[in-house]
């Protein structure tokens, strides 16, 4: 079992930054791939960001990429999305999760190989 906490979310202006954080506790949690998913009002649950257990590869989607980097520290047991150039369309619910069987590119998008999930935390951009 895994559990994990995110924290971080907050009220933002367009052009600013967060940095989140999500703490887990558990075992082996330098073996799971970790990511972050995001789910606006209304819309459906959209990939993020993950890392693999190494922390040597990342992937984004278009939508992110050059904005926002993930990245982990297995001692803390702890990964940080950290959000530059946030735009109002970045409003939404965070979560991160991890995945003890996503591996590459591919698998690592998708939110059916992530075996456990935050609770969420509310990140919030306004024009």
């Known amino acids: 079992q895994v559990q994990l906490v995110e924290s ?3 009220l933002v202006q367009a052009g600013g930054s ?4 999500c703490a887990a506790s558990g075992r082996s949690f330098s073996g799971y ?11 459906e649950r959209e990939f993020v960001a ?15 990429k050059g904005r926002f980097t993930i990245s982990r520290d297995n001692a803390k047991t ?10 109002p369309e970045d409003t939404a619910v ?6 003890a069987r996503a591996r590459g590119s ?22």
Request: proline share 1%; aromatic share 16%; with cysteine.
């Open 78 to 87: 702890t990964i940080y999305l950290q959000m530059n150039n946030l735009k």
């Open 8 to 10: 971080g979310g907050g």
């Open 106 to 127: 591919i698998m690592s998008a998708l939110d059916k190989y992530y075996n456990y999930w935050g609770q969420g935390t509310q990140v919030t951009v306004s024009s």
């Open 50 to 64: 993950a890392t693999s257990y190494s922390g040597g590869d990342t992937y984004y989607p278009d939508s992110v």
């Open 33 to 43: 791939t970790m990511g972050w998913f995001r789910q606006a009002l209304g819309k």
């Open 94 to 99: 965070y979560c991160c999760a991890a995945s």
């Open 18 to 21: 967060l940095r989140l954080s």
